[in-house]
């Protein structure tokens, strides 16, 4: 039978649902991070901007392997990389590790894989909370939660209201799967297959913090900017990119212009999962997906040589087409 996220236990359409509910309730919510004055209402030019995130069921390829020392890379990776789609710098870390017993050279592998995201994800590791629940967790398991704090001038947040059609969409590459779809892929390796393929499932998330930085800096120095920037998480380019497009835009992305990694096509086959369900679940080899003028690409290029250019933004609703 034919494998989706929904029977793997993880059911998007719901979650889409909260999303609605809680931004209905709260406004201030932002897209992949928000957004506030600084401080509040005094006309300041910076703006504090936040967001939260996990590693979600990619731990338990962790417990599996008893490999503890990447993970916290990813915990980073999974909020920085949120943090700088609105143009933001990231300044501070905490984080939140939750244990039933303390193992302490377990604890130090992940701490010192947290150490090495703020390095990557230039922010400072400015404290948190460890929590020992004897009971609450089975032996050997654990979470992890994550907090970046960055902040952002107003006149360069990116927001995507200067998209157009015409504008181009542009890739930079992802490492892997980096941390979503596990509760899917944990049913595609069952066993001893996860602890077989379970090093290259490991593959910490990449940050884009360094590259996305010297790519709006120099934009800027020669007066172009980017118009939209998508992390590529759960949801894929599909459901993310739409999140940064106006109302009358949509992107046509063309999946020739790009490699899609090899671990994709083995879980596509193991599983029988459908295409659609794969281009919905994992980011399909494009981590961050970004919008430019047609006229900063040269630029764009020569700051980023590795920038592939994935698609173009079309009059539409906004929505992905795959061709």
């Known amino acids: 039978m034919p494998l989706t996220y929904k029977k793997s236990g993880v059911d998007m359409d719901l979650a889409d649902k909260l999303v609605d509910f809680l931004q209905k309730k709260s406004p201030s919510i932002g897209g992949f991070s928000g957004l506030c004055p600084l401080p509040p209402d005094n006309g300041d030019p910076w703006r504090l901007v936040a967001c939260t995130d996990g590693v979600g069921t990619k731990l338990k390829v962790a417990f599996a392997l008893d490999r503890h020392d990447t993970i916290g890379i990813d915990l980073v990776a999974m909020c920085v990389n949120d943090l700088i789609t609105c143009g933001a710098k990231p300044i501070i870390f ?7 017993r303390l193992d302490l050279k377990r604890s130090q592998k992940i701490m010192s894989g947290i150490l090495e995201g703020c390095r990557q994800g230039r922010s ?3 404290g948190g909370e ?4 004897p009971g609450f967790y089975k032996k050997g398991e654990y979470d992890l939660a994550g907090f970046s704090v960055g902040i952002v001038k107003r006149d360069e947040t990116i927001d995507g209201s200067k998209i157009f059609p015409g504008d181009l969409v542009l890739g930079l590459g992802s490492s892997g799967l980096h941390s979503n779809g596990f509760s899917l892929v944990r049913r595609v390796f069952p066993g001893r297959q996860l602890k077989l393929w379970g090093p290259k499932l490991l593959t ?7 590259e996305i930085d010297r790519l709006s800096t120099g934009l800027r120095e020669q007066g172009h900017i980017i118009l939209g ?9 599909v459901e993310n990119l739409p999140r940064v497009l106006p109302k009358n835009c ?13 671990i994709f096509g083995e879980i596509q086959r193991r599983g029988r999962v459908p295409e659609a369900e794969m281009w919905r679940t994992f980011n399909m080899g494009i ?8 006229g900063s690409l040269a630029l764009t290029r020569k ?8 698609g173009e933004i079309q009059p539409g609703k906004p929505e992905v087409v795959l061709k």
């Open 94 to 100: 905490l984080d939140y590790y939750a244990v039933g």
């Open 124 to 126: 400072l590791l400015l």
């Open 130 to 133: 460890t929590a020992e629940m």
């Open 204 to 210: 910490p998330t990449r940050i884009y913090v360094p």
């Open 229 to 237: 920037l998508a992390h590529i998480t759960g949801g894929g380019l």
């Open 250 to 262: 949509k992107a046509v992305l063309d999946r020739g212009q790009w490699q899609v990694p090899d």
């Open 287 to 294: 981590g961050m997906a970004m919008v430019i003028r047609p």
């Open 303 to 310: 700051l980023l040589p590795e920038v592939q250019v994935i």
